[in-house]
């Protein structure tokens, strides 16, 4: 069931992380091998049909189209330029890190020595950031989208970098789901949160750049800001929450690295409650995939040790539900 509501999210925090210099931003995917972003594929949750129904439905509604170009900005291993290509004619992938947009680049059109002009009419590929679309001509996108990559860069200047490249009526379309909840199974969520608060830390002592970013996903992207004079609409959708913001923090240790809301009162906040498409039955093979695909990488010695007591909580059915908290944001640009 669905609920709606428009308000500002209130929690607030006096933390602020430090300035980052350019030595310290480094980012944990930027390394990441062919092999790991098949990991990646391979034990991430499947962007259901119904979540591109619902950035599809909020795009026509605000009078978006789809004959033009999509830019799927952050675009790691080609994922989600892979569905945007069934809707629109033509998907540019870019991404930061070469690697990603080479992995990227072989998962749609094939090896770079057997692309042609025929194969790769529908697909562009470019290393850059989010933060700078200086290289699109300005007002020719029809959609941005981000994936699980919004948190990665400095969402001020990225939201900016997407309003200049959309069209009047394009959609910036971006969404985070965060580390599952295991609510049939206390034991083995505990240890499962354990694992994942290891790892958290890592990220926050990776680098500055790093640890940034746990301040933007701790927020449920609450933090990130659509000033009123460029976008006409906004929406937040927000699966499997219950309403609850501290669903988004990954470290209860880490609980006060969380930027303040800059929810607007004229966005429409909409709340999802037992969001089926965006949970799963996982076993033991499962959470070994999942958190060998978190980059920085845990400790194998570390995995060695906390996997079995993992595999000991799931007991003799093997596995458990897996429960994602998802959120969505959609804004359109003003004419």
């Known amino acids: 069931m669905a ?3 428009s ?14 210099t350019a030595q310290q931003q480094m980012n944990a995917y930027d390394a990441t091998s062919s092999e790991q972003w098949k990991s990646y ?12 129904q619902r950035i599809y439905t909020f795009h026509v509604e605000n009078g978006g189209r789809f004959e033009g170009t999509a830019h799927d900005a952050g675009c790691g291993p080609g994922i989600t330029a892979g569905i945007l290509s069934l809707q629109f004619t033509h998907v540019i992938c870019s991404d ?4 990603a947009v080479d992995s990227a680049r072989t998962r749609l059109v094939g090896p770079p020595q057997s692309l042609n002009k025929t ?3 529908n697909f562009s590929f470019k290393v850059a950031s989010a933060e700078d679309m200086s290289w699109i001509a300005t007002g020719t996108i029809d959609m941005v989208t981000m994936s699980e990559a919004l948190h990665w860069t400095d969402t001020a200047r990225t939201v900016a970098a997407a309003h200049q490249a959309l069209k009047p009526g394009g959609t910036f379309a971006a969404w985070y789901y965060t580390q599952p909840r295991l609510p049939d199974n206390a ?6 949160r354990e694992i994942q608060a290891c790892w958290c830390k890592l990220r926050r002592d990776f680098s500055k750049e790093s640890e940034r970013t746990l301040w933007v996903e701790q927020s449920g992207y609450d933090c990130v800001a659509f000033p009123a004079q460029m976008w006409a609409s906004v929406e937040r959708v927000k699966f499997n929450t219950q309403g609850n913001r501290d669903v988004w923090v990954r470290d209860w240790d880490l609980a006060d690295m969380r930027y303040e809301s800059q929810i607007d009162f004229s966005e429409r906040v909409e709340f999802v ?16 995939g999942w958190f060998e695909s978190l980059f920085p990488t845990i400790s194998p010695a570390y995995l060695d ?11 003799l059915h093997g596995s458990t539900r897996a429960v994602w908290p998802v959120v969505l944001l959609l804004a359109s640009k003003k004419g």
Do not use: C
């Not at 308000?7 to 980052?20: F, G, T, V």
């Not at 930061?96 to 690697?99: P, V």
């Not at 040790?305 to 007991?315: I, S, Y």
């Open 41 to 52: 594929q391979d034990y991430r949750p499947e962007y259901p049909p119904s979540l591109f």
């Open 273 to 288: 409650q037992d969001a089926s498409e965006w949970q799963q039955e996982v076993n033991i093979d499962w959470f070994r």
């Open 305 to 315: 040790d906390m996997l079995p007591k993992l595999g000991t909580a799931l007991g």
């Open 119 to 121: 194969t790769n009419a």
């Open 3 to 5: 609920t709606t509501m």
């Open 96 to 99: 930061f890190s070469k690697k």
């Open 187 to 192: 034991a083995a969520e505990t240890i499962f």
């Open 7 to 20: 308000r500002h999210m209130d929690y607030h925090s006096s933390l602020k992380p430090e300035p980052a």
